[in-house]
Nanobody, 121 residues
């Protein structure tokens, strides 16, 4: 499966962005999906995950209550709604897919190319 992330950009602190990740070349509903981010000089880190049906969602503690992961299996797309963004959350955001449910691990089989999110103070 191929993944294409989009929706990044420049936003002020406290603002919102919605990232999208469009999948192609596979049966989207067969994949659990995840979002990760990598800030300059730091390791890539787990942000959120969603089960194949969308019935289960998981988040890293720092984004709970502000970020929402969702998916539209008819459109083969997963989303990450990010509210009340903080400057320290500036990073390249990646989406990932795997046939198994993966939570808080980078052991995903497929990765998108990343989209830059910059949060100004």
């Amino acid at each position: 499966v191929q993944l294409q992330a989009s929706g990044g950009g420049l936003v002020q602190a406290g603002g919102s962005l919605r990232l999208s990740c469009a999948a192609s070349g596979g049966t989207f509903s067969s994949y659990s999906m995840g979002w990760f981010r990598q800030a300059p000089g730091k390791e890539r880190a787990f942000v959120a995950a969603i089960s194949r049906s969308g019935g289960g969602t998981w988040y890293t503690d720092s984004v709970k209550g502000r970020f929402t992961i969702s998916r539209d299996n008819a459109k083969s797309t997963v989303y990450l709604q990010m509210n009340n963004l903080k400057p320290e959350e500036s990073a390249v955001y990646y989406c990932a897919a795997d046939t198994n449910l993966r939570i808080n691990t980078q052991n995903y089989a497929y990765w998108g190319q990343g989209t830059q999110v910059t949060v100004s103070s």
